[in-house]
């Protein structure tokens, strides 16, 4: 290729032409990088009249032109740049990209990731069913996740297939762990994780094989992935709870009842809510705080109120034991952090539950705040986006005002006098 001279190039790349090179690459973008058709320029100031003029051989003397760009490609190839429009667009600037052929690069390599899925279930066990064509209408409306390549695309489609026939042909197995199937379909025991597209992919699967609704929960898609005999991790996280006394004789509540008597805190896994007899005398009332410190302080003190514990954001457990107490009529009181991500929080639970603020008030907030100053500790910054409080609207503006936030150890004492008493 013909390089610019540098006398040229220095003309070309001046502020007389910038706009006429603007409007020109994105006609030559959109058209397929094709000298053709043609681009109207207005409001031209004076300069940029001239320098046109000088391109294109010939007087212009209104404030628009409308440019062929095919005399302007044939204008170009005349002159000392020697050179086509395109090559002259691509000696001067970055390269052209042809936005047609991209665009249609980019629907073949789509239709090359659900024509690979179509073959992958025609070829597999699962033909024979009528599930997997309603499975593929819905994938392909549904599309391709933001960032996931065609390839990888083809790829994790293959593994779905493969997934399902393992759990839904005619050979399926016995009952295995999803970590276990995910790591002979994947080769990482975290491949069906939760929030994977693969995990959606199969459990959408399993869902039309078995005529039931897709779930939006946790405890809805661990109840999916049993119906294919598949065991979810039901182990590794926990609920903190404190004081929980049910009625039934199972070796399940008589532990919880004797770990109450001796004031010692016990951790719930979603496996052990899924046998455990949560049965509470009605109108039991249940606090609820967001800091295990307080867990620990109550049980210190021998507290006597049952207390269950968020741990912070409070993880699909947590939702699931308190949904269950819920459901045996217990009542709930509310404690958490004076910050915007402790209101959010405070706000969900009070919602979900009808749960009172416990000590989660403005007058709360004043009097900690103002009691922590005198004590001397160290104030603590409020950050971030502020969030209104559904409970007490004057709150959330005494927050802002006071620029402080208290975490729950600044009211400690407090909660365990509150969870000490009796009645």
């Not at 051989?57 to 062929?68: E, F, N």
């Not at 699967?205 to 598949?230: I, K, M, Q």
């Not at 109450?260 to 039991?284: F, I, M, N, V, W």
Request: charged share 20%; proline share 5%.
């Amino acid at each position: 290729m013909n390089a610019l001279p540098s006398a040229t190039r220095e003309w070309l790349t001046g502020p007389g032409l910038t706009r006429l090179w603007e409007s020109v690459r994105k006609r030559l973008e959109s058209n397929g990088v094709q000298a053709t058709g043609s681009l109207r320029l207005t409001t031209m100031n004076p300069q940029e009249r001239n320098d046109l003029s000088l391109l294109l051989g010939k007087p212009l003397t209104g404030a628009a032109v409308t440019v062929r760009l095919d005399v302007l490609d044939a204008r170009l190839r005349a002159s000392a740049a020697g050179l086509g429009l395109r090559q002259t667009l691509e000696e001067i600037g970055p390269p052209l990209t042809n936005r047609r052929a991209a665009r249609a690069d980019a629907t073949a390599r789509r239709e090359q990731v659900w024509s690979s899925l179509a073959s992958s279930l025609d070829a597999s066990p699962l033909a024979g069913q009528e599930w997997p064509r309603q499975w593929y209408d819905l994938l392909r409306r549904a599309g391709v996740p933001r960032g996931v390549t065609s390839e990888a695309a083809v790829w994790t489609l293959q593994q779905a297939v493969q997934v399902l026939t393992t759990l839904l042909g005619p050979e399926r197995g016995s009952a295995r762990g999803r970590g276990e199937l995910a790591a002979m379909a994947t080769g990482s025991a975290h491949g069906l994780d939760d929030g994977t597209w693969l995990a959606r992919l199969v459990q959408r699967g399993v869902a039309l094989a078995h005529g039931t609704e897709f779930p939006d929960n946790a405890a809805g898609r661990r109840a999916l992935w049993r119906l294919v005999s598949v065991t979810p991790d039901e182990v590794s996280s926990t609920v903190l709870t404190y004081g929980l006394r049910p009625d039934g004789e199972g070796w399940q509540e008589r532990a919880l009842r004797e770990r109450a008597e001796h004031h010692a805190e016990a951790h719930l896994t979603p496996r052990d809510l899924h046998t455990l007899r949560l049965q509470l005398p009605a109108g039991t009332l249940i606090h609820i705080c967001e800091n295990p410190r307080v867990v620990e302080a109550a049980a210190d003190a021998a507290c006597v109120r049952p207390l269950v514990c968020t741990s912070g954001s409070a993880a699909t457990v947590v939702f699931t034991l308190l949904d269950a107490l819920a459901a045996t009529g217990c009542r709930f009181a509310y404690h958490g952090d004076f910050d915007w991500p402790g209101i959010a929080l405070a706000n969900r639970v009070i919602r979900r539950y009808g749960a009172r603020p416990w000590r989660m008030n403005t007058a709360d907030y004043e009097r900690l705040a103002a009691r922590s100053q005198a004590e001397g500790i160290p104030q603590l910054a409020l950050d971030g986006q502020p969030v209104s409080t559904d409970w007490d609207p004057d709150l959330a503006p005494a927050m802002i005002a006071l620029g402080v936030a208290l975490h729950e150890e600044a009211t400690l004492d407090l909660l365990v006098t509150d969870l000490s008493r009796q009645t």
